[in-house]
Structure formats: structure tokens, C-alpha cells
């Protein structure tokens, strides 16, 4: 994998949802220990779609000179469709040309490391790849899964050349067929097999892959300043993790996992930008992913990353801080579909017309306005009419989703059917121009007012008849925990 050229990450990005679980109300409410701490929850209205778009959008924001990738390529265990391509819907979301090419890696939390590896062979071909990591995690009520669980996001933007903050210098993988864990097709939870036997088969083939990755990078395990061990199986990470012989100082790299839990195909990811948040120039960074056998990545920090903080807008840490950690377990449940509760007495909605989608892609996915060049005015949705001056196609697209805005009224409707009532719909108004009514989302009604500052947030707001209806809602600006309570 060395070459003259640099070849590894040029950008990242991660999404830590709003939500949190404290696992004192899981054990409360089903009579056992469920253990100490929160973990992260998705809200209602996200998928693992909707957590990659926030992700990519942290990258994207960081990217050299206004780049774009050749490709998206997206992994995720919980893919919110079936024999359809989940990345189009990131690729719209993340108003990339239509030249970029969009994938699916599904099926297991493996699909992380494959979808890594064929980046970074894209990279060294000179073909840039977005890789996207999202999961939901989800087990039954009180089982290991559920309390030891979390959602989250990461985008890995890979490349090459002088723009690499972390270069890939070495890897290594082992396999091996064993039943550790699975799930069969339209199960809701994992089975996993006894713990000991998974230990047994999977902390050799970890151990392996680390001593080769090293080998290939010339290496020792003195040499490592930040050791990532992560995984589906929490004793085998655990003493892989010790038995490399690192530092002690460089085995506390993952400050995520303890914080929101085991986010499954986006751990390694989430765990990976937050050691970049923090890393110095010239460090090396030793990623050990075990799931269905072993793969290592060792990376090595350039001297572009010192330069890389004035980009980069948001930290993993400061996501984990901003969220609100008084989530009820019934509503948890809820979302999540295990209680079925009674819905408001109206219509559902209407399921959305795949011709009228395909035609507004810009505004639904992208939330592309149109700017009046004759007299200045902005358009949500985008016209061809002027609603000022009444010039005709004289218009030229402004894409929103980074633009924050202020809300001018809004109403906490608590009649409409949603599995989070109440539901609040707001007027925003943009800075620049342009105004749009539409729904707040991770925002208390209680704390709600006009003058709030939001910005725009990629989420799912209904399902109806086997199809997702995707669009944006606002969000207020993060505040710190301690302030929204």
C-alpha cells in the first residue's frame, strides 16, 4: 500500500445523534442491571441514510478547495431499503454531480473494512472515494445489544496526494467461517453464539492480521501512539487490545464507544475521527475492526493535518456533549418498534409519487432554492417565475442545507399522527433570503421560541406503503447540554 504518493484520508466527517438513553431508566423499568452511562439513539425520524448525509455533510464542508468525490460508497447493517440503492439518496442528499457513482456495502458490520479497502484502492487509482459508515443498533429490550448499543455516522473522504491528513501505510486481514453472530433476512435482532467460543476464534485471527499489518508498514507495536480495537465482540476487542504491547497511553484512544455505545458498522469510524480531532502531525494510528475474522489499517498523520482544524467545524467530542440525555424508555421503545402505541384518530399520509420525486430531486434531496438574477429575490421551493418582479427564468440554483436561519413563528400541533408527538412546524426565515415552513425536529416545545436560530437537517419524514419520504427539517443550533434542560 506505500507509494511515493500519499495515499489515505483527505477528509472525515461524524454525526452523533441529539438523543440519549441513560441505561439506569432500561434497568428501572425492566427490574435488572442494565449497566452505568447513556447511549446514543437516532431519533424517530433517522435512519442510517439520513445519519450518513449529516456525516458526509461534516466532511464535505472540510474538503480541499471545494473538491467532490468520484464515488460514494456507503456500508451499513441497517439499510433502509432492500433492492435499492441507499447511497443515490446520500449522493442527492449531498448535491453531488451525477457523474459521481453511488454503492451499497450491507449485510454485515465486515462491510465497514470491504468498503474501506475498495476506497483506498480507488484513492491509489486516482478515483476518490466518500466511504459512509451508519447503523442503528438495535437489540431486544434489556438484552446486550440494546444496552450496550448506539447510533451514529461517519464519512471517511479518501485520496491521495499533498491534501492526506492520515496515510494508509500498512494492512492486513484474516477470515475465517464461523456462526459468532447473525441475523437472518427481515429479523429485527441478532443472534449471538456462547461468548466464550467467539472469543476463541476471533482473537487469533486479530492477532495475526495485527502482526502482518505491522510487518507491512515496518513497524513495531512501540511505534503505535493510538491503538483502536473495535468490534462486535467486546471480550475479544478487550484482550486483543491488551495483548498487542502498545502503551497504555496509546490502548485509551476510544473515547467514543464508553460514551454512546457500540455504534456496529460506524464504531470504527466515530473512533477513528476522534483520535484525528486530537492527533498531532507524524503520529501513527493503529485500527483493528473484528467481526467475522480481522482487519487492521495503520495510518500515519501528516503534516497537512496541523492545518486541517481551521476546516473542520464540529468535533466528535462536542457532538457526544451537545446531546440530551433524558430520553423516556418507552418513547425509546417506540421508536424503535417494540411498543406499538395507539396513533392520533387521521389519515396517514399519502405515499409519494416516484415521477414528481425524480423531478424535484434538487429541492426534495439536495434543498436547492433558485435566486432572481433580475431582482434578487430567493425561491423555496426553486420557480422559474420571479414572485417579486415576474422575470422568467432568469434563475440561478442556491443550495440551503448549510445556510442557517431564524424562526419567525411556529405551532406545537399535538393532533397530527407521529410516532413523536408533539408535532412542531415552524416559518423559517434564511439568512440571505428566502422563507419556508416546516417541521422542527430534536427541539423541545417547552424551550421553543421565535427568534431561535436553526439549521437544516436531512431526515425521514414518513413511511407509507413501503416507501420513504426523505426531506428537511429544522433544527436548533446546538447548544451545550447543560443549557437544554
Known amino acids: 500500500m506505500s507509494t511515493a504518493t500519499p495515499v489515505g484520508i483527505v477528509a472525515y466527517g461524524s454525526y452523533v445523534p441529539y438523543w440519549r438513553l441513560d441505561r439506569t431508566a432500561i434497568g428501572a423499568a425492566l427490574g435488572a442491571p442494565a449497566g452505568k452511562g447513556t447511549r446514543s439513539v437516532a431519533s424517530y425520524d433517522e435512519d442510517s441514510t439520513t445519519m450518513a448525509v449529516e456525516a458526509g ?6 474538503a480541499p478547495d471545494g473538491a467532490r468525490p468520484a464515488a460514494v460508497y456507503f456500508a451499513t447493517t441497517t439499510p433502509a431499503y432492500l433492492e435499492k440503492t441507499n447511497a443515490t439518496a446520500i449522493h442527492a442528499a449531498l448535491s453531488l454531480p451525477a457523474g459521481v457513482g453511488a454503492y451499497d456495502f450491507t449485510g454485515a458490520v465486515r462491510s465497514g473494512p470491504g468498503a474501506l479497502q475498495a476506497g483506498l484502492d480507488a484513492a491509489a487509482a486516482g478515483r476518490s472515494a466518500l466511504l459512509l459508515l451508519a447503523d442503528i443498533r438495535t437489540g431486544l429490550p434489556g438484552g446486550p445489544d440494546e444496552t450496550g448499543g448506539g447510533d451514529g455516522a461517519a464519512a471517511l473522504w479518501l485520496g491521495s496526494g499533498d491534501a492526506v491528513i492520515a496515510a494508509a501505510i500498512g494492512s492486513a486481514s484474516t477470515s475465517d467461517e464461523f456462526l459468532d453472530r447473525w441475523r437472518l433476512p427481515g429479523a429485527r435482532t441478532a443472534q449471538v453464539w456462547e461468548e466464550r467460543f467467539g472469543e476463541h476464534a476471533l482473537v487469533p485471527l486479530a492477532e495475526a492480521a495485527v502482526t502482518e499489518a505491522l510487518k507491512h508498514a515496518g513497524l513495531t507495536a512501540e511505534a503505535v501512539d493510538h491503538l483502536l480495537v473495535t468490534g462486535t465482540h467486546s471480550r475479544a ?10 502503551t497504555p497511553e496509546a490502548r485509551a484512544a476510544d473515547t467514543v464507544t464508553g460514551a454512546i455505545g457500540n455504534s456496529g458498522t460506524a464504531q470504527a469510524g466515530l473512533a477513528l475521527a476522534a483520535v484525528l480531532d486530537r492527533a498531532q502531525p507524524g503520529q501513527v494510528i493503529l485500527t483493528v475492526n473484528i467481526a467475522d475474522g480481522a482487519d487492521v489499517t495503520i495510518w500515519r498523520t501528516t503534516d497537512a493535518l496541523a492545518g486541517y482544524a481551521a476546516r473542520r467545524h464540529t468535533t466528535v467530542g462536542a457532538q457526544i456533549a451537545a446531546g440530551r440525555a433524558d430520553q423516556a424508555y418507552n418513547q425509546f421503545l417506540t421508536w424503535r418498534g417494540f411498543l406499538d402505541r395507539e396513533p392520533p384518530r387521521r389519515p396517514d399520509p399519502d405515499r409519494p409519487a416516484a415521477p414528481v420525486a425524480h423531478r424535484r430531486e434538487a429541492w426534495k434531496f439536495g434543498f436547492t432554492s433558485s435566486r432572481c ?3 434578487g429575490t430567493r425561491h423555496l421551493p426553486p420557480a422559474r417565475v420571479c414572485l417579486r418582479c415576474r422575470a422568467t427564468d432568469q434563475m440561478v440554483p442556491e443550495t440551503l442545507a448549510d445556510t442557517p436561519g431564524t424562526v419567525v413563528t411556529y405551532t406545537v400541533d399535538r393532533l397530527s399522527s407521529s410516532p413523536s408527538p408533539p408535532v412542531l412546524a415552524a416559518v423559517v426565515d434564511f439568512d440571505g433570503g428566502g422563507r419556508i415552513q416546516c417541521e422542527l425536529t430534536d427541539a423541545d416545545p417547552d424551550r421553543l421560541a421565535v427568534g431561535d436560530r436553526v439549521t437544516m437537517t436531512f431526515r425521514r419524514l414518513f413511511t407509507t406503503a413501503g416507501i420513504h419520504n ?8 446546538s447548544r451545550p447540554q447543560e443549557d437544554q434542560h
Open 470 to 477: 426523505y426531506f428537511w427539517k429544522a433544527k436548533p443550533v
Open 57 to 62: 455533510r461534516v466532511a464535505l464542508a472540510a
Open 237 to 246: 476487542a478487550g484482550r486483543v487490545a491488551t495483548s498487542i504491547g502498545v
Open 373 to 375: 438574477t433580475a431582482c
